[in-house]
Each structure stands twice: as structure tokens, then as C-alpha cells.
């Protein structure tokens, strides 16, 4: 359900800091996935962990086509995936972490079944 617009004017309430505060007092994998699972209906979870799969292979250069191929997940996704990875620094951040611990996902080599 949609929340109504604020008024013109009318004062931020703070919750995507509150939010993110939430997250960040998550600290093992399986607490932010119970949360997650909590917070997001089930067609959000998938709207996310679509975006987020993506990141590798655009990280890689992989045309958007082949990225769709590969995923399933539109073309339209992954380039407004692209645009935000380039312009914007939530998902920079998040790679560059996984990248300097060791654990950024290495490709899945694509089938050859021609």
C-alpha cells in the first residue's frame, strides 16, 4: 500500500536513515535475510535480488543482452541498474566491500550448448 505524498514543504520524517540504521544493526547473514524476508513482500525480495544479481556482470561488461540471457532479468532493469551503478554510490559502496573482503562472486561461466 502507497503511502500519501507529503505536503509541500512538510519536514522529512527521517526513515530512510531509520532504515538503514536497522540494517546496519544487523550483523550475520542470516539475521539481514530473516529481516528482509519480514520487511519485503515476496514480489519486492525478487524486484532486489534481481537488481543485485546483475551487479556482477555489468561490474564484468557484459553487454545487457547477454546479461538478460544469462539472468532472465530484463534489459530495462539491467540498464536502469547501470545507470545507478555509475551515477550513484549505494551499490559502488557495496561492491567495493564484498571486493576488498575477499567475496565478490566470481561469473558463472555460460553454457555451451550450440
Known sequence: MKRKSRAAG???DGQPAR???A???LTT???MQ???LDLCTPAELEA???RWRVVPYLEAQVPYRDIYERTGVSVTTVG???RTLSQGNGYRAAVQHL???GRWPALPVPSTNE
Do not use: G, H, I, T
Open 23 to 25: 540494517l546496519l544493526s
Open 29 to 31: 547473514v542470516e539475521e
Open 99 to 101: 571486493k576488498d573482503a
Open 10 to 12: 512538510a519536514p522529512a
Open 34 to 36: 530473516a529481516f528482509l
Open 80 to 82: 536502469r541498474v547501470a
Open 48 to 50: 532486489l535480488n534481481d
Open 19 to 21: 532504515l538503514a540504521e
